[in-house]
């Protein structure tokens, strides 16, 4: 395969919507790697509401949209289909 050349940074948010599902699948995830912040050349991913946001209240995280379910993932430089791969099985597909 190819490897990506640019990196990004992406949000999902879970359908059950509690940080116990978001590290669920942040625990389930093979390739990507669970971290305290962004922006490595390896694909990574963070909880916000734990992590970068974690002194913000409940209150102000739901006004910006930082929910408990949210996950941020910093793409890196692995193939795009091993990464999709690896996303698709922690979300149990």
Do not use: W, Y
């Not at 395969?1 to 640019?6: K, L, Q, Y």
């Not at 739901?62 to 996303?87: M, N, P």
């Amino acid at each position: 395969g190819t490897s990506s050349s640019a990196c990004a940074t992406v949000s999902i948010e879970l359908l059950d919507n509690t940080k116990e599902a978001a590290f669920r699948f942040m625990n389930a995830l093979q390739l990507c790697v669970r971290l305290t912040s962004l922006g490595d050349v390896f694909t990574g991913v963070s909880h916000s509401a734990s992590s970068s946001h974690r002194e913000v209240s409940p209150a102000q995280r739901k006004r910006l949209g930082i929910h408990d379910g949210l996950v941020r993932i910093s793409v890196g430089i692995e193939d795009a289909a091993d990464i999709i791969a690896d996303i698709d099985q922690a979300l149990g597909k």
